[in-house]
């Protein structure tokens, strides 16, 4: 007997280890899916929100006396520069937001089989099969949330950075603008003040997505109570619950972008007038007290549900039609 037990115990264990390579094998098989979905998220995402996001961003950096509101930024911006001046910055972002949401959601894909396997889960998630396999709690989703919001934002804060200063020169014709495109831009960035120049603004990039926190967190929460109490397709589940978990994402992170926006639009070399996040936060203060923090705020929560809405659509479908 035990020498029987002795003979088949190598064998077993050999399954094991076959089992384990196949579990592994397939996870990384289809950790590329994240980043092939996240493509069309950033295009989904674009095409909806880019034209509030012009008013977004023009109202934060301007002065309070140029626009009364939204509504007068919309029509001044229409009517002088015409419909294509609500798309001005719009190619960085069409580029930039393709590979963002790759790199973003992939990653956050990524992550997730991380901190489920590794550190929430350990060793359980390698031979769960099918409905088994151990899920990941919010507070998982939402520390997935702020790593891939740190890997994202060195793709980030050079294309927000080449997209606020072109959404901000209001000359109607190109002669008159400082920056003919977003590689003009890049060139005279880079020509002038080095890569140092095109990452200007990086650490409040990074502030900024620290705040994915509350977006994926919110995100799970939100799945959850559609799926445990509504019969709502996935499709529209994923419209709800990416709509919903993006307003929370704005409510919590406005005032950081704000400041992060202030801080891209500022003039680089002696003129600078925000040398540091603190020097850009207390500008704002100044000028308008708390509600400075605010300014903008109404196209950019416009803005978030139909646009995440749909990028996470996008994202879900490509996730589920992809092959494994």
């Known amino acids: ?17 076959a089992s384990d390579k196949q579990v592994i094998a397939s996870q990384g098989s289809k950790s590329y899916k994240g980043f092939v979905a996240g493509v069309f998220s950033g295009i989904a995402k674009l095409s909806v929100g ?5 008013i977004k961003v023009r109202l934060q950096t301007t002065e309070k006396s140029h626009f009364r509101g939204p509504l007068d930024c919309l029509l001044q911006t229409v009517r002088n520069e015409g419909v294509k001046g ?78 606020a200063r072109l959404q901000v020169q209001y000359a109607a014709e190109k002669s ?10 890049v060139k005279k ?9 095109v990452y200007h603004g990086l650490s409040a990039t990074l502030l900024f997505r620290a705040f994915f926190f509350f977006w994926w967190g919110s995100y799970d929460i939100f799945t959850r109570l559609f799926n445990n109490h509504t019969s709502l397709s996935l499709p529209a589940i994923n419209f709800w619950a990416g709509g919903l978990s993006a307003q929370i994402f704005w409510l919590t992170s406005y005032p950081s972008d704000v400041v992060k926006q202030r801080i891209m639009t500022d003039p680089l070399g002696p003129e600078r007038k925000f040398p540091r996040w603190r020097d850009a936060a207390k500008a704002v203060w100044k000028e308008s007290g708390w509600r400075g923090y605010w300014r903008g705020f109404v196209p950019c929560f416009l803005r978030a549900f139909p646009a995440n809405a749909m990028a996470l659509v996008a994202f879900e479908g490509v996730m589920r039609a992809l092959p494994d």
Request: aromatic fraction near 8%; hydrophobic fraction near 40%; proline fraction near 8%.
């Open 176 to 185: 008159k603008r400082l920056y003919s495109g977003p590689i003009d831009c």
């Open 1 to 17: 007997m035990p020498m029987s037990a002795a003979v088949k115990q190598p064998a077993h264990d050999g399954v094991n280890q």
């Open 50 to 54: 880019h034209p509030f996001d012009t």
């Open 86 to 163: 609500l798309y001005k910055g719009a190619t960085p972002p069409l580029i930039g937001w393709m590979f963002m949401d790759s790199v973003m959601l992939g990653s956050l894909n990524v992550y997730r089989h991380i901190l489920t396997d590794h550190v929430f889960h350990p060793g359980q998630g390698l031979h769960a099969v099918g409905s088994e396999k151990p899920k990941l709690p919010t507070i998982g989703h939402g520390i997935a949330g702020i790593m891939a919001g740190c890997t994202v934002s060195f793709i980030a804060a050079p294309v927000e950075h080449v997209k």
């Open 189 to 197: 960035l880079f020509c002038s003040h080095g890569i140092r120049g």
